[in-house]
């Protein structure tokens, strides 16, 4: 039905429409909105901190500078607009405001009136307050002066009293009489003036009298604090007490030290008397505060006769008689606890075939350590001083440790000094004695300096390696059985925190000795690898290693060996192995036989890289003359046995530095992150290994040269087969010069070749003087040589092949019109089985056999025959000639 022109165009407008809504609602367009200006506007609002007029710009960019001057100015005159509104609307409270106050200042006057009276009266009344307070505070501060009066005055009265009460428990003449006699000092008593009762308990009794001193003292500081006439009067009096005191004590203490340590035959009840009165003895000095007089008293009675007993300059020459207990002791089972962590010094030698921590054994009825002293003087002599130590000592510094804890003082922290050597689980800080510290300043202070003093020429003789190795690692087992026999750790901290042991420190040369270590280590390296040439070594001659790599091993394992490592110098010994193995790597680089002259590793690398992509050969190097062909032969033999041994070397020194990683250089580090060092070993290991690609391709170069040499009589077969009597039956084996292919590489690998029979004129076999110097890389190599050469030869195969389908061609288009002669690849065309066409089948099965044959040489190695590509196509090549 025919629509009108209005209809027409009704509908197309709403086929329009409905287009742009169906487009609208498929891409969601925005068109964007231009918000007016007001005070909603958020770039115009009064949150907004700061106008910003370029995102206001950038908000109305799509108005012209027209339309938002004129937006602006409606803006701006709406502003106005509103703030005379508002003017207007408050202006009225405004003028209210003002009409309201009016009156109200007379009002505020009569208000303040009233109060001036009352200023008066409260000033008034506070200064009467003042006053009664100034005269309260008066009487309270004399009423507190007259208390510190009385409170000094009674002070004053129990210092007297103390004065008097001491002097009569001590019998001391009483002033009176000691000005009278003209001496201060009482008269000489013997213990024959004191009654039984004070001697069984005089220890108690100089107890008793020092905590009573104690109390004098502290009454005389407060006193003297206020600076009392009658203390600095008396302070002769004090001072006399006190030196009573100390000499009773000191007489007491040493007597009962002597009996305890020299009395080989005392009572029980004795020997317990004794010990209570050590420890009463003990508790006074500490008490008094004079622990150094008790220390110097242990010197002189114990340690100082010992010492210079037993150490003197020449004690290592003379027979030690060992130190009996003094009756059978059984000890219990706590008494094999060690009181203190006790870490053997793992370094000492011991006994041929004994373990590294056999140079320590339990002496029967003993808990103590004892050293390995079989043909050892010093040993000898420090087991004797061990054996001192425990029988004489150790007991007293219990006693004083348990009194030290009964007391609560048990140490202060002390800034580290930096010379003590780390302890087991010890904080960061040492910490030293605020007691007793009988192991540091008697037994070490002593036994330290007597042996530097004496023996420091013999024991710390640094330029005698092997002795001072020995002496260093008897003294440090010897200074791990002290601590052993300390009462606690913090007495091992406080020894090893006393300045003798710092000295005593000092004293070992360590650098020096690590010097003769390094030179001794350097110079038979360098001796060895002074030689360029590879020569067996006497050593590691079984496992196909040279001399070279022998001494990079010897140098190395000797680093770390019982008899030359020091654990203060591990740090050392490593950076020394570690340069001993970029020594090796240098010598190496420098070492290495050079490619021939055409050659370099970078040609033969790429030569390399190109195996499998071509399937012809690179152009032949020229053949060397007759005469020199056993020269060239020689040298390549001579270059394959050091290339070979090299790679040995390298193969050879990675397995056995990194066992002796794990048996010696790891568990004598002791570094917290090993992992990190033997990842610095590996790296080092994989710098050296780095240069056996380099090798590679060279071994692989020659022996490639050599395995290709046979395939040259390929181009002889043809003429061969002709040559042989045709009534001949053909032939079921492979041609003599495929069995000779890869002779060079078994031999090279020391395997058994198999039977082969050398034809006149197919070449004689190679010299075999470098017969088995690659056995040891069989196993990593042998697979992957064997496929690189079975790719060059395939190659050069292929090659000859080509070359002699060449020649048969260029033949064949000179004969034209001729019968067709030989031909070894596709058929000639013809139907006529004459003689030629016999000569070219035989020449056929002859080539299949002899690629057939050459696969399973390459077999015999492992090597998939159908991943080469070259081996592949020369098969498909001679099935072709076959079919054809």
């Known amino acids: 039905m025919d629509l009108s022109p209005r209809q027409t165009l009704d509908s197309l407008t709403r086929d329009l429409a409905q287009r742009e809504g169906d487009l609208a609602d498929d891409n969601d367009y925005q068109l964007p909105v231009l918000e007016p200006l007001s005070h909603d506007h958020a770039l115009l609002s009064a949150t907004t901190p700061d106008f910003d007029v370029e995102a206001f710009l950038l908000s109305r960019s799509h108005t012209s500078l027209t339309d938002l001057r004129v937006e602006l100015r409606d803006y701006l005159a709406l502003l106005k607009d509103e703030l005379v509104q508002l003017i207007n609307d408050d202006y009225e409270a405004f003028i209210s405001l003002s009409t309201d106050l009016r009156g109200e200042g007379e009002r505020l006057e009569r208000i303040k009136a009233p109060f001036g009276d009352m200023r008066t009266e409260i000033q008034k009344s506070g200064a009467e307050l ?117 000499r009773d004590l000191d007489q007491l203490f040493g007597n009962a030290i002597s009996s305890l340590v020299n009395g080989s035959e005392i009572s029980v009840q004795e020997r317990a008397r004794l010990i209570s009165d050590v420890s009463e003895c003990f ?39 060992p130190v009996m207990p003094r009756t059978p002791f059984i000890p219990s089972s706590g008494a094999l606890v060690p009181n203190t962590p006790f870490t053997p010094f793992t370094g000492f030698p011991g006994k041929q075939g004994a373990t590294s921590q056999s140079y320590f054994f339990l002496q029967e009825n003993s808990r103590l350590p004892l050293l390995d002293d079989s043909d050892n003087q010093l040993a000898t002599l420090y087991n004797t001083i061990l054996q001192f130590v425990e029988r004489n000592c150790v007991e ?83 200074i791990s059985g002290l601590e052993y026999l300390a009462p606690d750790l913090q007495a091992v901290k406080s020894m090893r925190a006393h300045p003798v042991y710092a000295t005593f420190e000092r004293r070992w040369q360590l650098p020096v000795y690590f010097q003769l270590r390094w030179r001794e280590v350097v110079v038979d390296l360098e001796a060895a690898l002074g030689e360029t040439r590879y020569r067996p070594s006497l050593d590691y001659d ?34 020394l192995t570690l340069q001993i193995l970029g020594r090796y790597k240098n010598w190496l680089k420098e070492n290495m036989p050079m490619p021939e002259a055409t050659q370099t590793i970078a040609s033969l690398r790429e030569e390399k890289a190109n195996l499998g992509r071509a399937t012809t050969p690179p152009p032949r190097n020229s053949t060397p003359q007759q005469e020199g062909g056993d020269v060239v032969s020689t040298a390549d033999e001579e270059k394959l046995r050091q290339l070979a041994t090299m790679m040995t070397d390298i193969k050879i ?45 060279q071994v692989v170069a020659i022996l490639t040269r050599k395995c290709s040499a046979p395939v040259e009589n390929v181009r002889q077969l043809p003429n061969q087969i002709r040559a042989l009597s045709r009534r001949m039956a053909p032939s079921s084996a492979a041609s003599p010069f495929v069995g000779e292919i890869f ?93 030629a066409s016999k000569d070219e089948e035989r020449v056929r099965a002859q080539m299949i056999l002899d690629v057939e044959r050459l696969g399973k040489e390459a077999e015999t190695f492992g090597v998939d025959v159908d991943s080469v590509p070259a081996y592949v196509s020369l098969v498909s090549l001679a099935a072709q000639s076959d079919g054809g």
């Not at 008094?288 to 007993?309: Q, T």
């Not at 003087?769 to 050469?789: C, S």
């Open 396 to 478: 007293i510094m219990e006693i004083a440790e348990r009194v030290a804890r009964k007391h609560g003082k048990k140490a202060i922290l002390l800034p580290n000094s930096g010379n003590e050597s780390p302890v087991a689980d010890a904080p960061p800080a040492a910490t030293t004695h605020a007691g007793f510290d009988i192991m540091a300043s008697v037994v070490w202070a002593e036994i330290g300096r007597a042996l530097m003093d004496e023996l420091g020429a013999m024991i710390f003789a640094a330029g005698k390696p092997a002795e001072f190795r020995s002496n260093y690692a008897t003294t440090r087992a010897f």
């Open 542 to 575: 079984a496992s196909g290693c040279s001399a070279q790599a022998s001494a990079v091993m010897s140098s190395i394992a000797r680093c770390w060996s019982s008899d030359v490592f020091i654990a203060e110098l591990g740090h050392r010994f490593w950076k």
């Open 743 to 835: 002779k060079p590489l078994r031999d090279f690998f020391g395997l058994s070749s198999s039977a082969s029979v050398v034809v006149g004129g197919l070449g004689a076999p190679p010299s075999s003087a470098y017969r088995g110097v690659g056995r040891p890389l069989q196993a990593d190599y042998g697979k992957a040589w064997a496929t690189d050469i079975l790719e060059i030869v395939s190659s050069k195969y292929i090659f000859h092949l080509e070359y002699m389908r060449k020649n048969e061609e260029a033949l064949r288009r000179l004969k034209k019109g001729a019968r067709t002669g030989f031909s070894l690849f596709g058929s000639s065309g013809t139907s006529t089985q004459d003689d």
């Open 130 to 246: 003042r006053e009664v307070e100034a005269a309260v505070q008066a009487k309270l501060d004399e009423r507190a002066r007259l208390r510190e009066e009385k409170i000094l005055l009674r002070l004053l009265f129990n210092i007297s009293d103390s004065l008097t009460r001491l002097e009569s428990l001590l019998l001391i003449p009483p002033p009176e009489d000691a000005q009278q006699s003209g001496t201060p000092r009482r008269p000489n008593l013997t213990e024959e003036d004191y009654d039984q009762r004070t001697r069984t308990g005089r220890a108690k009794h100089l107890a008793r009298v020092a905590t009573e001193f104690v109390q004098l003292l502290y009454q005389a500081e407060k006193a003297g604090e206020q600076d009392c006439v009658y203390v600095s009067e008396n302070q002769w009096r004090i001072d006399r007490i006190k030196e009573t005191i100390s």
């Open 653 to 697: 020194i990675g397995q056995k530095v990194l066992l002796l990683w794990h048996e010696d250089i790891s568990p004598r580090c002791q570094h917290p992150d090993e992992a990190s060092l033997e990842g610095i070993l590996r790296d080092s290991l994989r710098q050296i290994e780095a240069i056996i690609p380099d090798i590679t391709l």
């Open 283 to 321: 508790k006074s000095y500490d008490v008094l505060g004079i622990r150094e007089e008790a220390e110097e008293i242990l010197r002189a009675k114990i340690m100082r006769p010992f010492v210079n007993r037993v150490i003197f300059t020449g004690a290592l020459n003379v027979p030690h008689t």
